[in-house]
Every structure is written in C-alpha cells, then in structure tokens.
C-alpha cells in the first residue's frame, strides 16, 4: 500500500521562482530566504518520494474566472508549465501519475467530495515555485511524479477551513488505500500573510503567522475552526490561501515531527515560509 512520507507546507511566491530561474539567490535581498531552505532540502534530497501530491491554486493562468472549482485534481500523464505572461518558467514540465488521480478521484467521490477533474492543465507559480523549494536544481526531469490538486482560494466564497481540513484528511486515507507501494509526500502551498491590491496592499501578520506556523504542527484543529473572514482580516486577501496548508496537515497523521521551518519577510509583499514535517512520530 501507499504510504504518506512527509509533508511540506510553502508559499509559493512568483518571484521566488524568478529569483532561482535568473540566478539571483545569492543576492543580498534574497540570501537570507533560501539560506533558510538549505536544511530543509538537504533532508528532503535524501527522501525523494515517488509521488508527491502537490495542493494549491491556479492564479487565473490555467483556469479563467468563468468556471472556478472549488475542488480539483488533474488526472493528466504530463502539465505543461504556464505562461503567465513572461514565458514559461525554464523548468521541466511536470509528469503526472494518472492512476494515484484516478484513485484520489474516485475515493473522494465515494467519500462525498464531489472533486472536479482536470484531463488537461498548466501549471502556475503555485505549483512550480514549490517544486523549486523541493528541489533547485532537477536538470532535465522533477524527481517525482505529481498529483494536482487545485483549492479555491481566489473567487468567494472560498471553500471553509474546516473543509480544506476534511479534504486533507480524506486524502490521506485515498492514498493509504492505494496498493501500489509507493512513498507519497503531500505539498501545502500558498501564504503566509499577505494582500497583493487594495487599500490593506502589503500587509503582512507575522504575529499571526508565528502562531499558525506553530499551531499548523500541534493544534491543526483549531486552525481549521477559523472562518474565511478570519483569514482574510488576519492574513490578508491572498493569505486566505493558508487554507491549503490544511489540506497537507490532514492527509498526514495526528502526531508529526517537525524536521524544519524558515520564515522570511518580505519575498515580494509576502511573508514566506516553508515548514517541513515527517510523518508519524520519529
Ligand atoms: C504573489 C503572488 C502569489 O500568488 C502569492 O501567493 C504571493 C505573492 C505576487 O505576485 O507577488
Ligand atoms: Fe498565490
């Protein structure tokens, strides 16, 4: 059977890619950021699982605002990367694993998430960025293949908290109940605090973000109990997208130990973070 390895949450910040695709992560501005992954991807450069289900939102690059998901998972055998208006991200397309989202379909539908299906989907920031976090340099392929799945997190009403919580859960028995015996690791993405447009433009929370940083590992419960209002006046309108870290929390067990956690402002107008967590009790 499958089994869920570790979970990764990460913001997925635009000009992180950017940062990595033009060479600048020695630069002043951005040194301290991805000094603070340096731990965080040795470890997981030596726990390279097979699968990696990867949980986030397209920015309207893919998807356009005429038909909005609440819930998604791409069942294709290969995404290209999206162009969001620069180009396409010098970065390997990203090959799928049709038969884990044949099986997280169905499950999720026998479990009573009514999911969307994509058959054909580029991928954004949201889920390049954090295959950069995991892994800077893949040369000509990722190392894993990668499962979509595809949150709400830009049109209200966005899916609840609790929702998101459920889902991962769900998720989580999806995978244990896949024969094949595969190491499957879960991204969460998006985050932490903050608001890209309107009067609240580059707010930031980093008393909020410490406590859901802490609370994300031992008190995922309570996370879920917040509305979306609550997130969007603690975080901001795009912090809102911490929801999807639940996803990953709930697909991974009860008890976790936390193997690294970085957080950094600004990345852009953005408080970035990224906490990694084996599953289980080590
Ligand atoms: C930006 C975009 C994002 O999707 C995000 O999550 C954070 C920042 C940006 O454009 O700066
Ligand atoms: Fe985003």
Not at 58 to 72: I, Q, R, W, Y
Not at 82 to 107: F, I, K, T, Y
Not at 216 to 237: F, K, Q, V
Request: aromatic share 8%.
């Amino acid at each position: 059977m499958a089994r869920v390895t570790w979970g990764l949450a990460t913001s997925h910040v635009p000009s992180i890619g950017a940062a990595m695709d033009h060479g600048k992560t020695a630069d002043p501005y951005w040194k301290p950021l991805f000094d603070g992954y340096a731990p965080a991807r040795e470890w997981m450069a030596a726990r390279r699982p097979d699968v990696a289900v990867i949980v986030y939102n397209d920015h309207a690059n893919a998807l356009d605002l005429d038909l909005v998901p609440t819930f998604a998972i791409g069942t294709a055998q290969r995404y290209e990367v999206a162009d969001e208006g620069w180009g396409r991200r010098p970065v390997p397309p990203v090959v799928g694993s049709p038969e884990l989202s044949e099986h997280l379909v169905r499950s999720l539908v026998d479990d009573s998430f009514d999911i969307a299906t994509f058959h054909r989907l580029d991928v954004d920031h949201g889920l390049t960025v954090p295959l950069s976090v995991y892994c800077p340099d893949p040369g000509d392929a990722w190392p894993c293949a990668v499962v979509p799945v595809l949150v709400n997190v830009i049109q209200y009403p966005q899916p609840t908290a609790a929702r998101c919580y459920a889902l991962g859960q769900a998720i989580g028995r999806a995978i244990r109940s896949f024969p094949p015996d595969l190491d499957v690791a879960v991204f969460g993405t998006g985050g932490m605090s903050h608001q890209l447009a309107g009067a609240r433009a580059g707010l930031i929370n980093t008393p909020f973000d410490r406590k859901f940083l802490a609370q994300i590992e031992t008190d995922p419960s309570a996370l879920a109990a917040l509305t979306r209002e609550e997130y969007i006046a603690a975080a901001g309108t795009e912090g809102v997208e911490l929801i999807m870290w639940l996803v990953m929390r709930g697909a991974l067990d009860a008890r976790i130990t936390r193997i690294h956690e970085t957080y950094h402002v600004p990345a852009s107008n953005t408080a970035a973070a990224l906490a990694l967590f084996e599953n289980g009790v080590s």
